[in-house]
């Protein structure tokens, strides 16, 4: 018997996959289409990637119970491949348990990194908030 893992989702151009500081547990394989991260700071929408075919979004937030720290829109009509963490917890069954503690590792360390970017008003680039 061959269990089902991955669900596939479609999104019309415009529509909003999730927000930022909503919890998350999904992640997001594209199959075709294109999606934008995008985040709110100081009442200004910045894009922060532009993601097309075979790329992930929303990955985080398998290892990451917190919030979502940015948010994804379609930017075209677009199809991806849906990873719940339950599904990611039957895909590392027997997975060697230093790759698992490594992999979440890794995640927590962009969360903190993610938390602390900005963007500069002077040069709309990005850039470490100070501590």
Do not use: W
Not at 2 to 24: K, W
Not at 48 to 57: C, K, S, T, V
Not at 62 to 67: E, I, Q, R
């Amino acid at each position: 018997m061959t269990t089902r893992i991955l669900d596939r989702r479609v999104f019309q151009s415009g529509q909003v996959i999730f927000r930022a500081e909503e919890p998350g547990s999904h992640a997001y394989l594209i199959k075709s289409g294109a999606v934008e991260i995008v985040k709110d700071l100081g009442g200004e929408e910045i894009v922060f990637a532009r993601l097309g075919p075979n790329e992930i979004f929303g990955e985080m937030a398998l290892f990451n119970s917190g919030k979502r720290s940015t948010g994804a829109r379609a930017v075209d009509l677009t199809e991806c491949v849906v990873l719940t963490t339950g599904n990611l917890e039957k895909l590392l069954e027997g997975t060697n348990p230093g790759v698992a503690a490594l992999l979440k590792t890794l995640v927590r360390r962009l969360s903190e990194i993610n938390e602390r970017i900005e963007v500069c008003p002077e040069t709309g680039r990005f850039k470490m908030a100070a501590e």
